[in-house]
């Protein structure tokens, strides 16, 4: 009896260690089945997606796509000028256009139509000469709301100021006018579609410019008082110099203008004597 229970236990402790392990595989298979099954449904949704945002896509290019077509005639329209417009430009200060100063013109219109022609505005921009797409400096647009009734003629008056830094440089100059017909649809006239040149406005003395003169003038001061010099000191070299000498007696001496009873008292006062007549004297006089 001990060895048959001691076989049941050694038989049972063999068994539990299986059934408990083949319980754990059947569930392991059980949780991988529905993780699968989630993983394709995942995949499913995740495609789906991706075709709706295909689609939304699509129809946002076709969309911008259409966008560009409606700018690109719009644009078209609005550079079309009406057959029955006639435009004309004259420049009051001149084709010159200097930098930082007023530029003045007058733009006339004429109606040639049978119908009446609303004027919007009046616009001038400098462009780039390679490319008039890109502005370099774009001039505010004069609003007009003025009716040119048909057969009839109007104009108006426009200026603007180049900036500083463009001179001595070309630029595109680009003059539009915008108008309507009595439709309403828009028309625009490019009265001036042509590359100018900025130039560069001479002023006065500047400070350079005061600088150098003011250099030059003390220059020329400073070689003028150099050559004076130079000369000054070969003329003194030159001159010869006077010495003074006195008197010989008195027959070098005019004494004419004194009159004659002075010069009497003058010889009697002192006697011409030479000196061995002096000694005589006073020989004689010693005896």
Not at 151 to 162: L, M, N
Request: with cysteine; aromatic share 10%; net charge negative.
């Amino acid at each position: 009896m001990f060895n048959f229970g001691s076989k049941l236990l050694l038989l049972f402790l063999l068994a539990f260690p299986c059934g408990l392990m083949s319980i754990g595989h059947v569930s392991a298979d059980s949780d991988s089945a529905e993780d699968i099954a989630e993983d394709t449904d995942a995949a499913v949704d995740e495609e789906e997606d991706d075709e709706e945002e295909v689609l939304v896509e699509e129809d946002q290019i076709q969309a911008t796509e259409g966008d560009e077509d409606d700018s690109d005639e719009a644009a078209d329209k609005l550079l079309t000028s009406h057959p029955d417009a006639d435009t004309t430009i004259i420049f009051m200060t001149g084709e010159e256009f200097p930098a930082n100063e007023i530029v003045r013109f007058l733009v006339g219109f004429t109606n040639k139509g049978s119908q009446d022609f609303t004027i919007q505005s009046l616009e001038a921009s400098f462009r780039y000469p390679q490319d008039f797409q890109f502005y370099i400096q774009n001039f505010t647009a004069l609003p007009l709301n003025t009716v040119v009734q048909p057969q009839a003629q109007a104009s108006f008056e426009y200026s603007f100021i180049p900036a500083q830094p463009m001179a001595g440089r070309p630029f595109g100059l680009v003059i539009l006018l915008n108008y309507l017909d009595s439709e309403g649809s828009v028309f625009q006239t490019a009265i001036y579609n042509q590359t100018v040149t900025i130039t560069e406005l001479e002023e006065g003395l500047d400070g350079e410019t005061m600088f150098m003169y003011i250099f030059l003038v003390g220059l020329v001061v400073l070689m003028l008082f150099g050559m004076y010099q130079v000369l000054e000191t070969r003329t003194k070299k030159r001159i010869p110099v006077k010495i003074e000498k006195g008197t010989g007696g008195m027959s070098d001496v005019d004494i004419s203008w004194i009159p004659q009873e002075t010069l009497n008292v003058m010889n009697k006062a002192s006697p011409k004597a030479s000196p061995r007549k002096r000694t005589n004297r006073a020989a004689g006089a010693d005896q």
